[in-house]
């Protein structure tokens, strides 16, 4: 999906909503917020926004071993490219000087050129976005250090991503990925984990291309389970044990 653009009119919030708002999601924005409608061919499509805005996921995968993973929270800042449906006008107005001053913006026009170059960057320019369902969100936002967070929200999962660390959930079946390693567990509570030390739920290892495929299938294109698929590959060739085994030292 390519061609967006901004409408150009600024508006401010002036009370709190739950831009996404999901058992394992949140997405607030708070009073004093500016924002503007995004635009696709000539639709609104969702907004572009600055100012107070705080986030908080749950990332936690329940597993053999235990839990894997764990909530991430924070603030963010800068402009955040929201797509989906919202009712913000319902708690905004026009937008002051004095409000995107305090947003970090001179005026209307600096905070719309920002707005441009987030557009560009994120959308038109870089990664390419489609919303396959009427009731999808998509939030791609900057954290309070500047690193690119997306997070993609359905009412059967959601996907988050940030830094190194990537965590799916859809219809009770998850997949984490992380610096430590791989978690993923089906909709019947089973589970295998792939980390330095080696791999727990063995039996869970010829099931776990239809498991990724299902669970990344959410958000990504058949090419984009090769990263897993050559995991499983490499893990066919090391050496690995079972939580109930230990290695073999002779």
């Known amino acids: 999906m390519t061609g967006f653009t901004h409408d150009q009119t600024v508006m401010t919030t002036s009370s709190t909503l739950d831009l996404i708002s999901h058992e394992k ?23 572009a926004y600055s100012g107070p805005s705080k986030f908080a996921i749950d990332a936690i995968t329940e597993t053999c071993t235990g839990a894997v993973g764990r909530s991430v929270s924070g603030s963010l800042k800068g402009i955040q490219i ?6 913000i006008e319902n708690v905004s107005g026009s937008a002051s000087d004095n409000v995107l001053k305090a947003c970090g913006y001179a005026d209307a026009p600096a905070f719309l050129h920002a707005v441009d170059d987030a557009i560009e960057h994120r959308l038109n320019g870089g990664r390419k976005v489609r919303i396959a369902k009427q009731n999808d969100a998509i939030l791609l936002a900057q954290s309070e250090q500047g690193k690119p967070i997306t997070l ?11 830094d190194s660390n990537v965590f799916v959930e859809e219809d ?18 089973r589970s295998i984990v792939l980390a330095g030390d080696g791999i727990m739920g063995l039996d869970e290892l010829g099931r776990i291309g ?3 495929d299902r669970a990344m299938g959410m958000i990504c294109g058949p090419s984009s389970h090769r990263m897993f698929r050559d995991l499983h590959h490499m893990s066919d060739q090391s050496p690995c044990c079972d939580e109930d085994d230990e290695p073999d030292h002779t």
């Open 82 to 87: 929201y797509i989906g449906k919202t009712a």
């Open 25 to 47: 999601a949140n997405v607030k924005v708070e009073p004093g917020c500016a924002w503007t409608y995004l635009l696709h061919d000539g639709e609104r499509v969702g907004i």
């Open 152 to 162: 993609l929200v359905r009412p059967s999962g959601i996907v988050f991503m940030k």
């Open 210 to 212: 239809p498991m990724v």
């Open 172 to 189: 009770g079946r998850t997949v984490s990925l992380g610096k430590s390693g791989v978690a993923i567990r089906n909709k019947d509570g």
